[in-house]
């Protein structure tokens, strides 16, 4: 069996990121996303990087940290609208942005993973989505191709990994990080909880050890609310 499991993030990525490189970063919002492989990737000082990800973390945090060192030069997103630095940055023409439907997104990343080239989709057809991108028309519907992602890493947060690297991520933390974790030519996963082969019910398992090539327990993970919206408790009487 394959060592995979290395005792901290930056040790994890010596000697695979580099400049220029392709990143999937999983993640909605905030929440699962891999805080000890992000600030390793800016300790480490990877630049021009192309980041596949639902979104750009926040000013302050997440994928966020990247941005403001300067280390990104381009995101394939859905949603970039909680980080102020990424609108100064891209209106000012210092960062390139491709814009995903959400589903799309998903999509080109599974099929990346699944080996498949691209795939025509309803989605965007008749928008600013599909120019220069072909078309066709089937049963007298139009689709635009688009084609499947693949990056040089993908980081990856799951709750749970054996040291086999097969994972079980908890409820919405799922999220992008399962199709990522295909699509990545390396893939590098921030655990919560690691146990040994065998403890896992297989019944469970999310994404199968193949796809992990290296593990890491995360290490004093913030897990940030992006937006925290309370409301007023109602007395018990």
Not at 81 to 96: P, S, T
Not at 129 to 144: C, D, L, M, S, W
Not at 154 to 172: F, Q, V
Not at 220 to 233: D, F, H, Q, S
Request: proline residues 3%; charged residues 25%; hydrophobic residues 40%.
């Amino acid at each position: 069996m394959r060592h995979k499991v290395y005792p901290d993030a930056k040790s994890a990525l010596e000697g695979i990121v580099s400049d220029g490189m392709t990143i999937m970063a999983g993640g909605f919002g905030l929440c699962g996303i891999a805080e000890n492989l992000i600030a390793a990737i800016r300790d480490l000082g990877p630049k021009h990087l192309t980041v596949v990800s639902n979104n750009c973390g926040v000013d302050d945090f997440g994928l966020g940290i990247l941005l403001a060192n300067g280390q990104i030069k381009k995101m394939i997103s859905s949603y970039v609208g909680e980080n102020k630095l990424f609108e100064q940055l891209y209106l000012a023409g210092d960062l390139e942005l491709e814009f995903n439907p959400q589903g799309t997104l998903a999509e080109r990343i599974r099929a990346g993973g699944a080996g498949i080239a691209g795939f025509y989709t309803k989605t965007g057809y008749g928008t600013i989505i599909a120019e220069g991108k072909p078309t066709r028309e089937f049963n007298g519907q139009h689709y635009v191709l688009e084609t499947g992602l693949v990056a040089d890493l993908s980081i990856i947060k799951a709750w749970k990994a054996d040291k086999e690297g097969n994972l079980i991520y908890r409820k919405t933390a799922r999220n992008f990080n399962p199709m990522m974790a295909t699509a990545g030519k390396i893939t590098v996963v921030e655990v919560e909880e690691l146990v040994e082969v065998g403890e896992l019910d297989p019944e469970n398992i999310h994404t199968p050890g193949i796809y992990v090539d290296r593990i890491v327990v995360e290490v004093g993970a913030e897990k940030r609310i992006e937006k925290v919206t309370t409301r007023k408790r109602e007395e018990v009487k």
